[in-house]
């Protein structure tokens, strides 16, 4: 049971630490927590779902198209929501951030009803759901690798982002100082933009993943998830990338050991106490120390 | 100029406040107004649909016969999403309009025991097609009634008859939802399970919304059970059949009353089959009203009928009997209610008798549905 336990914990940290990284990335270039971010998640299960049943793409395709879909809306957030207040107090932008939380909610409520849908059937190719390894009695079907393919494929390419590309040493220079970036003649909207682009792409993925793999979504979904993965970014110290991936991947595993071992009734609660338990001990977050050199390295 | 913009409000809102005022003025003197609240939209709009479907075909009826005492009825929508906070709403709401003279529900029994006290306080009559949480008739304090069965009879049912004899096993899992009905189903099926000597592996506990239940039920099957109680509501068991599916396992599934709806099937697909559910009506099993009332309901909705439809049918019927007797005055008709207490002065619908006890409950039979080949079909 152990095992088992340990791969379910390891698939839900997974898509914990994807929506995670989107939280602390963004905080990183404009110190927000953008409440909206559930919302993406959300939103790239429902283009997903939409271009497959309506469409008729296939499950690739649809995956990728909303994928950018969500990079866009991530976007757009940004210029229309946020970038005008700029300049604002960070009050004004935090709640602007839960009123898109709120307003993009209720959009998808209305554009594609209220109640819980399934994920189109036959559409997650069929080799998916057959099993690929067996270790210690513990079954793992090519969806899971490919879960867990993505997540590392994710945490990988993120740092090469972040380390080796031009854009990277731009996002690291906005996020250590947006003034002296623009004076060295780095565009600062645009970096902050791709930013959100960046985070809604990730967000979006795991949307479709979370929809396809447990086969539901709803609109009000983003929001446990984005607590969740907030939560997680917390708990890796906020603004930091491999804290965020850490800390998704420590809340999940917590989650199931914890709904497993001790008491499913108080399953999110167990979640929850681990964060805060590290806070209390380590207040910035497990990579807390490196907040500030994350800001300079990031 | 400050002074002349308030005037203009003020003006304005006299002027909102009289057409309003009139509307339901002229619209009370010559309707009988009925509140009908449950979830329309939410994850649980699929059991709303079903319970508008079934008193608007007898809103229909009712009102191409004439109305009552040649008063034609209107029903009044108050969508509770089957969440606490917004049945206090609906109810304060129900409550305070003068011109709404009997309430229809709630349908969750966590929304229902918000919403009572509510009604006590207002002295509004109410009648639940559906809340089967045994506690509810304590809270309603003469004021409650239902013509569903309650979970003390429902989840005994299950452990005495359902598993054991029609099923055929002997160890089940419990996973339960964390709220009002499904604990006390979880609770009445347990000590039902004690008597006839069913053995309960495990029981393990969710919170609604979840959609990853992987942790519980890897918990759950490593005790060995042969059937697994989806002890909630439809969008939640069918995400548990799929997941357990795939942690491979393959015995039966059985529920109550909220597995009973066309979205569990919709949303679980194949993992669905092999499911059992008890429901307080089955058209298959329903007398002759019933087998017309099913005809009807499958022509003007154009699907087949469910147990909350039926019940939402018999629900306005039950008021309309009482109304035609005693006029649409709050007290009047929950005192017509209470004096429904024996068979003879019980009204017939389509599901069967019914009639209240004291606490305004009733007593009705269960019926045991499946889930073959993606399809809700008797079981017995």
Redesign the interface.
């Known amino acids: 049971?152990f095992l088992?336990?340990l791969v379910?914990?390891l698939?839900?940290g997974g898509i914990y630490a994807m929506i995670a990284v989107g939280y602390t990335m963004i905080y990183g270039v404009v110190q927000l927590i953008n409440f909206a971010h559930g919302e993406i998640y959300m939103l790239g299960a429902f283009f997903a779902v939409t271009f497959i049943s309506f469409l008729g793409l296939p499950f690739y395709v649809a995956f990728l198209l909303a994928m950018i879909c969500c990079a866009i809306c991530g976007m757009l957030l940004d210029v229309v929501a946020y970038r005008p207040l700029r300049n604002s107090p960070r009050l004004a932008a935090l709640i602007t951030a839960i009123g898109m939380s709120i307003f993009l909610q209720n959009l998808a409520?209305i554009i594609w009803?209220?109640?819980?849908?399934?994920f189109p059937?036959g559409a997650v190719p069929a080799y998916f759901?057959k099993t690929a390894v067996t270790f210690g009695g513990v079954?793992l079907?090519w969806f899971h690798l490919f879960i867990f393919g993505l997540t590392m494929a994710m945490m990988i390419g993120l740092n090469l982002i972040i380390k080796k590309t031009r854009w990277g040493k731009a996002m690291r220079a906005v996020a250590q100082n947006k003034t002296m970036a623009a004076l060295a003649g780095i565009n600062v909207n645009r970096v902050i933009t791709y930013t959100f682009a960046l985070a809604g792409a990730l967000g979006g993925m795991a949307g479709i993943l979370?929809s396809a793999y447990?086969?539901?979504l709803?609109p009000?979904?983003g929001y446990?998830a984005g607590v969740k993965a907030f939560a997680a970014a917390v708990l890796g110290g906020i603004g930091s990338v491999p804290g965020a991936m850490l800390g998704g991947v420590v809340l999940g595993v917590a989650?199931?050991?914890?709904?497993?071992y001790l008491?499913?009734?108080y399953?999110?609660g167990i979640s929850y106490a681990v964060m805060i338990i590290v806070i209390i001990f380590i207040p910035a977050g497990l990579f807390g120390k490196l907040i500030k050199e994350t800001k300079k390295s990031m | 100029m400050k002074n002349k913009r308030n005037f203009l409000i003020i003006g304005l809102a006299l002027c909102f406040a009289i057409i309003f005022g009139m509307t339901t003025t002229v619209m009370a003197a010559d309707t009988i107004r009925i509140g009908v609240a449950s979830p329309f939209?939410?994850?649980?709009?699929?059991y709303g649909d079903n319970i508008k479907a079934g008193v608007s075909l007898k809103l229909k009826e009712i009102n191409d016969a004439g109305g009552i005492n040649g008063k034609k009825v209107e029903l009044v929508w108050g969508d509770d999403l089957c969440a606490p906070k917004e049945a206090g709403t609906v109810a304060s709401k129900f409550a305070a309009d003068k011109s709404i003279v009997a309430v229809i529900g709630h349908l969750c029994s966590s929304a229902t025991l918000a919403a009572m006290p509510i009604y006590v306080r207002a002295g509004m009559p109410t009648i639940s097609p559906t809340s089967t949480n045994p506690t509810i008739g304590d809270v309603g304090k003469g004021w409650f009634f239902r013509n569903c069965y309650t979970d003390d009879f429902q989840g005994k049912y299950l452990a005495k008859e359902v598993v054991p004899k029609l099923l055929g096993k002997k160890k089940v899992a419990i996973f339960y939802e964390?709220n009002d009905y499904a604990i006390g189903l979880k609770d009445s099926f347990v000590a039902g399970a004690k008597e006839s000597g069913l053995e309960v592996t495990g029981a393990?506990?969710?919170?609604a919304?979840?959609?990853?239940f992987?942790?519980?039920l890897?918990?759950l099957l490593?005790a060995k059970p042969e059937a697994i109680f989806l002890c909630g509501y439809h969008?939640e068991g069918?995400?548990i059949a799929?997941?357990a599916r795939?942690?491979?396992f393959d015995g039966p599934l059985f529920g109550a009353d909220g597995i009973d709806n066309a979205?569990y099937i919709?949303?679980?697909?194949e993992a669905t089959n092999n499911t059992y559910c008890t429901v307080p009506f089955l058209a298959e099993s329903a007398g002759p009203a019933g087998q017309a009332f099913a005809k009807s309901f499958q022509e003007t909705a154009g699907r087949d009928v469910d147990w909350m439809s039926a019940n939402a049918y018999d629900c306005l019927g039950i008021l309309a009997d009482v109304i035609a007797k005693t006029g649409p005055d709050r007290k009047k008709i929950r005192d017509g209610l209470a004096a429904m207490n024996s068979e003879a002065t019980g009204y017939k619908g389509v599901t069967g008798m019914t009639f209240f006890n004291e606490k305004g409950d009733c007593a009705k039979p269960a019926f045991v549905k499946m889930v073959k080949d993606g399809k809700f079909v008797p079981a017995q």
């Open positions: 049971m088992q336990q379910n914990g698939i839900i409520m009803g209220s109640r819980p849908k399934p059937h759901e079954n079907s979370v447990y086969n539901s709803y009000t979904m446990v989650e199931a050991l914890g709904a497993g008491s499913s009734l399953r999110d | 939209t939410g994850d649980l709009a699929g964390n393990e506990a969710y919170v919304k979840t959609t990853d992987t942790p519980q890897t918990k490593t969008p069918a995400l799929g997941q795939k942690l491979g979205d919709k949303i679980g697909g």
